[in-house]
C-alpha cells in the first residue's frame, strides 16, 4: 500500500475490485437463500390434535402356559377426520373411542410377555398399534401414542 500526498492510502486495483463484489455476492446470496426459503415447500397446514385417555386396562397377554397380565394406560393424539364427528371429541361414549379400546385389546392380548419386556418393545407395540388404528378407524388419524403406565406380570 502506498501513501498519496494528501495522507490517503492507494489500495492495489484487485482489492478495491474484489471487496465491493464479495459484499454484493453475499447480500445477494443473503437475499436470494430467503426468496428460496419463502418459496419452497409450503408448510403443512396446522392440525388440531385432541387427545383421548385410557385408563388402567389390564389385559392378558398371549403366553401359553404361565399368565402374563399387561396393566396399561396410555393418552392417544389424534386428528379427527370426520367433520360430523366434531365437537363430540370429549365424549366418553364416543363409536371411535370404544373401537379403537377394541384394536388396542386385539393387539396386546396378541403379544408374548418377551415381546413386550424386550428393549425395543414398547416402540414396537405404539408402532404397530398406531398402524392398526390408522387402518381400521377411518374417522381419526392416530398422530402419537403415549404409555402413561406400562407394567408386566
Known sequence: MRSTKKGRVKLPLPILIAVPLIVLLAAGGILGFGKLK????????????????????????ADSGDLHYLKVSMAVELEIL??????????????????????????????????????TGRVHLK???????????????????????????
Request: proline share 3%; net charge negative; hydrophobic share 35%.
Open 82 to 119: 370426520d367433520p360430523s364427528a366434531k365437537g363430540r371429541e370429549e365424549e366418553k361414549d364416543n363409536p371411535d373411542r370404544c373401537k379403537m379400546l377394541d384394536v388396542t385389546n386385539s393387539v396386546i392380548s396378541s403379544k408374548k410377555l418377551s415381546q413386550l419386556i424386550a428393549d
Open 38 to 61: 419463502s418459496h419452497g415447500a409450503k408448510q403443512p397446514a396446522k392440525v388440531d390434535l385432541v387427545q383421548w385417555k385410557f385408563d388402567d386396562m389390564l389385559l392378558t397377554l
Open 127 to 153: 408402532s404397530e398399534l398406531m398402524a392398526n388404528l390408522n387402518e381400521k378407524i377411518k374417522t381419526v388419524k392416530v398422530h402419537e401414542i403415549l404409555f402413561t403406565y406400562f407394567n408386566v406380570q
